[in-house]
């Protein structure tokens, strides 16, 4: 199985890295369009900042090759949101391959949310043998909206996107290599379709 792990100087590669070597994968951790391209398996963490992550993105080239890809793809916390259509986090569009729009959270909770959170509303294979209510673990001050592709929900202030899916593109808010035995399951389940 050949997993590579998008390269776009945003953190948390690591840990990603080490939550797969638990379940029996090695990956690759490339910003080569080829080699992401020819991966069996894609995955697009981040810890970071929109604007800076765009611009990086876009300089290599990787925005075309992400978009293109036929094969599964998944996208983790910062990955997500720059999956998404735009975001107010330095007002910037991101790669459209969900229409959500992301958005700051409103002032009136705890920015960033930070800690574990539950889950539901829970539809996707990549899910599967996942419990509603289940606790996942967040760190973020930005969520995409709920939407027609929208796969699991939290709340947090209101109901948004904890997951999301389209087509081959599969993409979580929290972190589920953060997340315990639920996270590994969900690593499991995408490394699996």
């Known amino acids: 199985m050949n997993v590579v792990i998008i ?8 840990s990603v890295i080490y939550a797969l070597e638990r ?3 090695q990956a690759t951790i490339s910003d080569d369009p080829d080699v992401i391209a020819s991966a069996d398996k894609v995955i697009f963490p981040g810890v970071g900042e929109a604007t ?8 290599r080239g990787l925005d075309k090759v992400i978009c293109s890809l036929q094969q599964p793809v998944l996208g983790i916390c910062l990955g997500l949101q720059l999956m998404c259509a735009h975001s107010e986090e330095g007002d910037v569009d ?7 729009q992301v958005k700051l959270f409103p002032p009136k909770e705890k920015v960033p949310q930070i ?5 539901f509303d829970l539809k996707s294979p990549v899910l599967d043998g996942i419990k509603e209510h289940s606790y996942v673990y967040f760190v ?3 969520y995409a909206e709920s939407g027609e592709n929208t796969i699991a929900t939290a709340n947090y202030t209101m109901n948004y996107s904890a997951a999301l899916h389209k087509d081959n593109f599969y993409a979580m808010q929290y972190h589920p290599e953060k997340s315990g035995d639920v996270g590994e399951q969900m ?3 995408f490394i699996n379709l």
Do not use: V
């Open 7 to 14: 390269k776009y100087n945003a953190g948390n590669i690591r």
């Open 23 to 25: 379940i029996g994968i």
């Open 52 to 59: 800076s992550a765009m611009k990086y993105i876009r300089e």
């Open 94 to 100: 991101c790669l459209g391959i969900f229409p959500q």
């Open 115 to 119: 800690g574990w959170n539950d889950i």
């Open 140 to 142: 973020h001050s930005y």
């Open 187 to 189: 690593l499991r389940n």
